[in-house]
């Protein structure tokens, strides 16, 4: 368990702290190489600092595009297969700053610059693109190339670009155009800016932070990104860089102006969508598929629709009506189509056959909150025909509270737990019991399990019923020690528990900096839980606190991240 | 099991996928040996390849009894009966963890594949501490064809492969055959028996610009961390490779007698559904094979599904993974016959692979006798995630550098000795492979020719 956690002094903090070590307890006692392993490598973090941060993180596929079409307009088309990504420590967020990319992954983007370049100069957006008119193959002219490369450099690299990169692009370009035209020269330049690390990567530099001698900060070109890669998954547009060059940054209200302008910006729509498409595990919706036999309903944009679904709660509870974080468990408001009120046999009206309608579940209604909507209930990629309780418990444990649940030891025996035909044990519960009762087991699926079974009665869709083979589902259990029947009290349990706004507070900081939180956050941590707290949990001002925050621009002392050197 | 085979075949055909193979070669462009291009006086070059299946065997009905070149075939392998004397069976060689994790549905492929038990991972993949083997070949071997190596993986996840650099980077697979048709036979291929050559200068253009990009490595090398650097460095190497890539298709190409530039492949379905995997896999490993016949490359690394097999049946509630470990073994049977089923298939679908490598004419043999093929899975009974005698089987006779045809039984070895035995058949200079207690040290001589 990281030590973030256990340094807060929330009474969840200990309790949270006392479940996963007792767990882990349990694993050293009777559990195979993996456990104990694992329990090792996390009470002694070796070189947390360089292991930790990075400063090097890959843009996944939608920043890639977004970049591009904040760059050079709408419309131009992004092609060829992106490397896979990775989540790590919980996030995607923190897996981009460990992956880099492969040799066919090059390739590609080798033939995406190409593709895009000659977009950027086609006909029908060159007078827009370019600052002059198309050149005769024999003349450079040069004052307009550099002019190019410039302004689009500064938007690709978010920082403007050094001599040397400018003279390199300048160069290319050159002898492009002296073996075809100036425009091939200007499309050679681009394409060699976009397959460009400075900008497949985002780069993150540090300077010596005046403010703490001793310590650093990052750059005020590394703070503009860190800071619009936040609030809008996008990068800096050419306002906040020109803010980040004035100094703007590192001032308190001019800094505070520029998230005003941010968070203002229907981009940050998209930023929190984002986010929270990281933190709920969405990246796993890709290749979600249910079995067509038992769940006909199931559809990829059933799929779709659910996740739509609870992204637009969010963003309608979080962002438009700037609501309190914890009751996205208990909300009876959503938005339904068609597809969804099938799923949900509920109706919908006129406005909602032909896209998405507000709706609000009835009072009796078994939906209310995020765990309630399909989104949740489908997302579990490795069981295509059935319901399983302890994914959902881990997936509750580990996006929604931030406790990591240890991997099963490998020598395991499932077969009970799948037998569907043995008359003792019809439902997941009885077929469960048995995890409990094997000391091996017990540990882990004491964090899992209770949770996962209360939600039994919604299948592995979404869809609810009552019975599982013939047999009364009881979703009855205990969460921190209090005892409950469905999911709808749980969610209750949940929207009150300490343990969930601490892990928005501690997901979204790791999300911002791109790396796992650390004993030196500690401190910023716990304050912000308070403020959050005091706010009425609202997001915009946890957001905005922390953004404007030193730590958030804090660099790790130990030269992880090098200064930006003297020869640029 | 004959059902399917047809069926696929069928597919095949009816997809319009097929190529046919085995053209006559001309034998007017061979030596007296049979073994050289007359025009060229260059040998048929070696390829080198991996074939992955996940979810391992029922050990009692794949593992052979009796070993040497007179070695038994129990059900599971009976697919490979046509090919069997191109086919070695290796058996008792162990991802030996030495208090290393067990990692899930990771630790045995990674242990064979780059000689070192990996530290993280489980079945949803994870890191290498070391390269694996494909790209130590690769960098030995893979200079001069247009691609240095290709993946490619048949359930439609591109993060499905097991080729990696050390870290957390998969080299990803192309999973849609229109793509990887595009990719190795489109526009940029050339016919390497095509008499006429220029060179493009657009190509010439687009290797200045990668060159270009490779002069901002000093400077980001100094203003980044050490991990970062690792990765920095990473990225030149992977656009060096590229860079390398355009410079091979500036030179003429050499000939390749057995290359017959295959029809484009339709449209189709992608996904885990048992039929539509294998349907892919027939798509994918004809272009594969066309590209080694062409010399588009020398490298492959072909994952029928990822480690933790999400292949399924339609109507079924489990895939394979799942039913390795919850369905009960058939008291009668002596095994789970669900998952069974899904292992059989796997050894004819490599099969199928055999099939086409062997078919294609090269010399006084097939591609297949020029080639070695390292099969292998990342478990032996996936129901316990045991990684003791994982199933391995190396295809081909590297020319005539490998004996091969032969039962060997690895008497609890890592199963790194392996790779290293590849290695060295290869012609690398290596001596030693892997790390920690995969590190192997003799190789197999028994199939050292």
């Not at chain 1, 609202?538 to 050197?565: D, H, N, Q, Y």
């Not at chain 2, 048949?154 to 055959?177: F, H, I, K, L, Q």
Request: hydrophobic residues 40%; glycine residues 10%.
């Amino acid at each position: 368990m990281r030590k973030v956690a256990s340094r807060l002094s929330r009474p969840g903090a200990a309790q949270r702290a006392f479940v996963i070590g007792g767990c882990a307890a349990v694993l050293l006692l009777v559990c195979g190489g993996g456990a104990i392993f694992s329990a090792t490598a996390r009470a002694t973090p070796k070189d947390e600092a360089t292991a930790g941060s990075s400063g090097f993180r890959r843009l996944n596929e939608a920043q890639y595009v977004r970049s591009i079409e904040q760059i050079f307009g709408p419309g131009i088309q992004v092609p060829g297969r992106f490397d896979p990504p990775l989540r790590e420590d919980g996030l995607m967020a923190i897996g981009d700053g460990r992956v880099t990319v492969s040799p066919s992954g090059v390739e590609q983007y080798e033939l995406r610059a190409r593709e895009i370049s000659a977009r950027v100069l086609a006909d029908d957006r060159r007078a827009t693109t370019a600052p002059c008119a198309a050149g005769k193959a024999a003349a450079f002219d040069e004052a307009c190339a550099t002019a190019f490369f410039a302004r689009y450099g500064r938007l690709l690299y978010r920082r403007p670009l050094s001599p040397s990169e400018l003279g390199s692009t300048l160069g290319i370009a050159r002898a492009a155009a002296q073996s075809s035209s100036f425009d091939k020269g200007l499309e050679a330049g681009l394409a060699r800016l976009l397959i460009s690390p400075n900008f497949i990567f985002r780069v993150e530099e540090s300077e010596p932070d005046p403010a703490h001698p001793g310590g650093r900060r990052l750059t005020a070109y590394s703070l503009a990104s860190r800071i619009s890669f936040l609030l809008w998954d996008a990068p800096p547009d050419a306002a906040l860089l020109d803010a980040a060059a004035a100094g703007d940054l590192y001032d308190s209200a001019r800094l505070g102006r520029q998230v005003d302008r941010l968070m203002a910006d229907p981009r940050f729509e998209q930023g929190v969508r984002s986010f929270f498409s990281d933190m709920l595990g969405y990246e796993q919706f890709q290749s979600l598929s249910k079995d067509q036999e038992i769940y006909p309903k199931f559809s990829s944009q059933l799929a779709k629709d659910a996740q739509e679904q609870t992204l637009r709660t969010i963003v309608s509870l979080l962002v438009v009506d700037k609501g309190d974080y914890r009751d996205l468990f208990t909300t009876k408001k959503t938005f339904m189509n068609r597809n969804l009120g099938a799923l949900y046999k509920v109706p919908v009206d006129a406005a909602g056959m032909e896209g998405w309608a507000p709706f609000v579940f009835g009072p009796n209604d078994p939906r209310g909150g995020l765990l309630t909507l399909a989104a949740f209930l489908m997302l579990d990629p490795t069981h295509e025909g059935r319901s399983s309780p302890t994914i959902r418990g881990k997936s509750v444990r580990e996006f929604l509270l931030c406790q990591p649940v240890p991997k099963p030891p490998p020598n395991v025996n499932f077969s009970l737990v799948q037998d569907v035909h043995n008359p003792e044990h019809r439902t997941a519960r009885q077929r469960l019991t048995i995890h409990r009762e094997n000391p091996a087991c017990a540990g882990c699926h004491a964090l899992t399990d209770p949770i996962g079974l209360s939600m039994e009665k919604y299948d592995a869709v979404g869809g609810y019923r009552t019975l599982e083979n013939g047999a009364p589902i009881d979703a009855t259990g205990t969460f921190d020690g209090k005892s409950y029947d469905g999911l709808i009290e749980l969610s209750r349990l949940l929207h009150d528990s300490p343990d969930v706004p601490a892990c928005l507070v501690q997901r979204s900081f790791e999300y911002g900096a791109g790396r796992p939180a650390d004993d030196a956050d500690g401190a910023w941590i716990e304050q912000a839980n308070q403020a959050f707290a005091k706010d009425g949990y609202r997001l915009r001002a946890l957001l905005r606190g922390m953004v404007t925050s030193p730590a958030f621009a804090r660099a790790p002392a130990a030269k992880a991240v090098g200064e930006r050197v003297a020869a640029r | 099991m004959a059902d399917w085979t047809k069926r696929s075949l069928l597919r095949g055909f009816l997809g319009g996928a097929a190529v046919s193979v085995g053209l006559p070669l001309l034998d007017l462009f061979l030596d007296g040996n049979g073994q050289a291009m007359a025009a060229t006086g260059a040998p048929i070059p070696t390829r080198f390849g991996t074939w992955f299946w996940g979810c391992g065997v029922n050990a009692s009905r794949w593992f052979p009894s009796k070993t040497g070149h007179d070695y038994d075939l129990k059900e599971e392998l009976k697919p490979i009966a046509p090919f069997k004397d191109k086919v070695s069976v290796f058996s008792n060689f162990n991802c030996v963890l030495d208090g290393k994790p067990n990692l899930v549905h990771w630790s045995g492929v990674m242990a064979t594949l780059s000689g070192c038990a990996p530290l993280k991972g489980g079945v949803g993949g994870g890191s290498s501490e070391l390269p694996t083997i494909d790209c130590l070949v690769a960098d030995h071997m893979g200079h001069g064809a247009r691609f240095r190596s290709l993946e490619v993986a048949c359930t439609g996840d591109p993060a499905v492969s097991y080729s990696m650099r050390a870290g957390s980077t998969v080299n990803p697979s192309e999973v849609d055959p229109v793509n990887l048709y595009r990719r190795i036979f489109g526009s940029e291929f050339q016919d390497p028996n095509k008499a006429e050559f220029k060179p493009d200068p657009e190509i010439m253009l687009r290797r200045s610009v990668l060159s270009s990009v490779k002069e901002e490595r000093d400077d980001l090398m100094r203003s980044l961390g050490a991990a970062d650097r690792q990765r920095v460095d990473q990225y030149f190497t992977s656009v060096r490779q590229v860079e390398q890539q355009l410079g091979a298709m500036l030179e003429k190409p050499a000939p390749a007698e057995a290359c017959l530039i295959p029809k484009a492949p339709p449209k189709m379905t992608l996904g885990a559904e048992w039929e539509t995997a294998v349907a892919t896999h027939e798509a994918l490993a004809q272009l594969v094979v066309m590209a080694l016949a062409c010399n588009q490359t020398r490298v492959f690394n072909l994952a029928l599904s990822m480690a933790g097999s999400n292949l399924r049946k339609e109507g079924e509630a489990n895939s394979f993974h799942a039913l390795t470990h919850e369905e009960p073994v058939d008291e009668k049977l002596g095994y789970q016959p669900k998952a069974t089923f899904f292992m059989e298939l796997s050894m004819s679908t490599f099969a199928t692979m055999l099939k086409l490598m062997d078919g294609v004419k090269e010399g006084d043999g097939t591609l297949l006798d020029h080639s070695l093929v390292l099969a292998t899975s990342e478990s032996n009974f996936a129901k316990i995630h045991s990684v003791d005698s994982l199933p391995i089987m190396v295809a081909g006779r590297a020319g005539g550098k490998w004996k091969s045809g032969q039962h060997i039984s690895g008497g609890g070895d890592p199963s790194s000795r392996v790779g290293l035995t590849i290695q060295q058949v290869l012609g690398m200079p290596t001596t030693t492979w892997g790390e920690g207690a995969m590190r192997a040290t003799k190789p197999i001589t028994e199939v050292m020719a």
